[in-house]
C-alpha cells in the first residue's frame, strides 16, 4: 500500500534537516513495489519492536517492516497560492500526498534567521494553512460554477457535490479547513474527487534545536497559545529535534543511545514522528511469519479479513475462504504455533472478520 506524507514549511525551520534524518530509516526499495527512486521521497521504515520478536520466534530469514512515504515538499512562501516562488509546484506536489506534516520551528537562534524576523508558531501555521485555503477556495469556486450547468439539466449527482461544496466554500471564506465541515455520505464520495488541499489530515511537527532558546523549555507565552491552538482544533503534533536527530542518524544501538543521553535528548523524535504519520493516515499492522520472512502489513484500520489480504496479493480478496488468527504476544507466549493450536487460542476467522493491529495471519485461499 502506497501511502505518502508530505513535508511542508516556511525557509529555516529545519523541514530539510528533518528529511535527511527521516531518510536513515529508509528500507530496501525492491522490498515494496509502490516505491520510488526519486531524491524527494523516503520510504521509511515503521518502527515495531512487535517484528524483531516475531522474527526471533519464527527465526526468520528475512524481516520486512511495514514502510510509509515521505516527500520533501518544495519550500513554500507567502503567495504560493498565486503562484509565487515555487508556488504551483509546492501545490501540486502536496495534492498528490495523503496527509501533510507540517514543520514549525519554536527555537530562537540568532545565527538561523527567519523568514519573519520573529518566531512566531501560530503564524508560521496560519501563513501555511492560508495559502492552502485560497488554494482550495479557487478550486471550489471553479467547480460550483461548472456545476451550475450540470443542475440545470437535472443532475441529482452535481446538487449533492454543489450542497457540500457550497458549505466548504463558506468555511474557507471564514479562514477554515475544509477538514472542518461535516459533509453526509454522499458529498464526501463527490467532495473527495477534488483533491482538497485543506481536507488532508495534519501533523505538525514542533522543531527545538539542542542549545537553543526552546519555547517549550522556556514555557514562553507563544508556545502555550500554540498548545491551546492544537487543542482547540483537536490537532495532532510531535516535537522533534532535527538537527540532533540528523546527527544521530548514521549511529546505532549502544554509541547512538549514549550520544542521545549525552545531549540531554531523551525520545527519539524520528521514531515519535513516523509513528504519528502512521496513525494520521489511520493505517494498522498485521504481520506473516514463518522461517522465510516475518513481515509487517499495512492495512487500513476497519479493513476486514479479505480486505486485509490485499495487501499481501490483489487476488486475496476474491480468492478468500478464511484465515487464521492469533494476537501476536499471544502467539510468543505460548511458545509455538502447535502449541498455541493445542490451547485453542489459534482462531478461524471468516469474510468478516475486522482485522486488529496486531494480528498474526495466515491466509486460507
Not at 477534488?194 to 532558546?213: E, Q, R, S, V
Request: with cysteine; charged share 30%.
Amino acid at each position: 500500500m502506497s501511502l505518502s506524507i508530505g513535508i511542508v514549511g516556511l525557509p529555516n525551520v529545519g523541514k530539510s534537516t528533518l528529511f535527511n534524518a527521516l531518510t536513515r530509516k529508509s528500507v530496501l526499495v525492491a522490498n515494496y513495489p509502490f516505491a520510488t527512486i526519486d531524491p524527494s521521497v523516503g520510504v521509511v521504515a515503521v518502527p515495531d519492536e512487535r517484528l524483531a520478536k516475531l522474527s526471533a520466534f519464527s527465526k526468520s530469514a528475512k524481516t520486512l517492516p511495514a514502510a510509509i512515504e515521505f516527500v520533501d515538499i518544495a519550500g513554500l512562501v507567502k503567495g504560493a497560492s498565486a503562484g509565487e516562488g515555487l508556488g504551483n509546484k509546492f501545490l501540486t506536489n502536496i495534492r498528490e500526498t495523503d496527509a501533510i506534516a507540517e514543520v514549525v520551528r519554536i527555537f530562537e537562534d540568532d545565527n538561523i534567521i527567519h523568514v519573519s524576523n520573529k518566531v512566531e508558531p501560530i503564524s508560521d501555521i496560519e501563513t501555511i494553512n492560508l495559502e492552502l485555503i485560497l488554494a482550495d477556495l479557487a478550486t471550489v469556486t471553479k467547480r460550483i460554477q461548472n456545476l451550475a450547468s450540470e443542475i440545470k439539466r437535472g443532475g441529482k449527482v452535481a446538487v449533492v457535490e454543489n450542497a457540500g461544496l457550497e458549505r466548504i466554500k463558506t468555511a474557507l471564506e471564514a479562514g477554515k479547513l475544509a477538514q472542518t465541515v461535516t459533509l453526509d455520505e454522499k458529498e464526501i464520495v463527490e467532495v473527495k474527487k477534488l483533491c482538497l488541499l485543506t481536507m488532508k489530515p495534519i501533523l505538525y511537527i514542533l522543531n527545538k534545536k539542542a542549545g537553543g532558546k526552546n519555547l517549550d523549555e522556556l514555557n514562553d507565552e507563544r508556545y502555550k497559545k500554540l498548545l491551546q491552538f492544537f487543542k482547540e482544533n483537536n490537532a495532532k503534533f510531535v516535537i522533534v529535534d532535527a538537527g540532533i536527530e540528523q546527527e544521530l542518524k548514521d549511529m546505532e544501538g549502544n554509541d547512538k543511545r549514549e550520544m542521545r543521553e549525552g545531549l540531554g535528548v531523551k525520545d527519539d523524535g524520528i521514531n515519535d514522528l513516523i509513528k504519528a504519520g502512521y496513525d494520521l493516515l489511520g493505517l494498522i499492522t498485521y504481520f506473516t511469519t514463518g522461517e522465510d520472512e516475518t513481515r509487517a502489513w499495512t492495512i487500513k484500520r476497519g479493513w476486514t479479513a479479505p480486505e486485509a489480504g490485499t495487501a499481501i496479493h490483489g487476488d486475496f480478496k476474491e480468492k478468500f475462504v478464511r484465515a487464521e488468527v492469533i494476537e501476536w504476544d499471544k502467539l510468543l507466549a505460548a511458545g509455538s504455533y502447535a502449541a498455541a493450536r493445542e490451547r485453542g487460542i489459534v482462531r478461524t476467522e471468516g469474510k468478516e472478520y475486522v482485522v486488529k493491529d496486531g494480528d498474526v495471519i495466515e491466509f486460507k485461499i
